[in-house]
């Protein structure tokens, strides 16, 4: 009976969907705003429709790629970071095996474990797989957290796109005359849908990261539409 409760008892968890989460909800939001806030600044200016599409490609592509390029940055050097502490892990555990089991039986002390229990488990792990228990246990690093830069890197530019995407086609489908308002209108729908995803996905409440990134979207698209009517007036 115990077994079978334990089959059917499958616990999904929600932080285990943070890194990936994080990544495209930043890109896309990246892509939307800035993207949306160029064209719209842009359009303030009462520039051609063609002058707006030119501004928003060249805004997608430049800023998927400087995404692309910082993520991959970013999360090389946590891999670099990475590398050198397991390198550093290997040889202490091949010059003071020791002293990496005393610490290690440590850590499961102070996690709550008897001393005769901590003894069992360290020397079980140590045996088993020495350099993962302490990847795991003393560094905190686990194979489904490592860093993967040309994996973050594309999934950044991707999402950055996709997010980019949606001001370029509202302003190739909407009048001429419209172009900033139907831009405006269709990016805070875009925020609040991003924002409401996010929060489902991560499993919090829907209300604040809504109203969150879209006041932030509102603000960036005011303050360029600002300067593009003041540059139109000046041109």
């Known amino acids: ?32 705003i800035s993207t949306a806030a160029l064209m719209v600044g842009v359009a303030a200016a009462e520039a051609s429709r063609g002058s707006i599409l030119v501004s928003g490609v060249a805004g997608l592509v ?4 400087s995404m692309a390029a910082g993520e991959y940055v970013s999360v090389s050097s946590q891999k670099d ?7 550093r892990e290997k040889f202490e555990l091949a010059e003071y095996p020791e002293a990496e089991l005393a610490e290690l039986r440590e850590i499961y002390v102070q996690r709550g474990l ?19 228990a302490h990847a795991r246990d003393e560094l905190g690093l686990t194979e489904a957290a490592a860093a993967r830069p040309i994996e973050a ?8 796109s996709a997010g ?17 308002p139907a831009i405006t209108v ?6 609040v849908g991003l924002g409401a995803l996010g929060a489902w996905a991560g499993g919090a409440p829907m209300l604040r990261p809504v109203l969150r990134v879209t006041f932030w979207g509102l603000m960036a698209l005011a303050v360029t539409a600002l300067v593009g009517r003041l540059f139109g007036a000046v041109g």
């Open 62 to 65: 430049a800023g998927a790629m």
């Open 114 to 132: 008897s001393e005769d229990l901590a003894d069992q488990v360290a020397e079980a792990l140590t045996a088993h797989d020495a350099l993962g």
């Open 164 to 180: 980019a995407a949606i001001p370029l086609i509202v302003a190739v489908l909407s009048p001429q005359a419209v172009v900033g």
């Open 186 to 191: 269709a990016t805070v729908l875009g925020l």
């Open 1 to 32: 009976m115990r077994n079978k409760d334990r089959k059917r008892h499958n616990e999904g968890h929600m932080v285990a969907r943070i890194g990936w989460l994080r990544a495209a909800v930043l890109g896309a939001n990246d892509g939307l």
């Open 81 to 87: 970071v990475e590398t050198a502490e397991l390198d």
């Open 153 to 160: 890197a594309g999934a950044s530019a991707v999402t950055f």
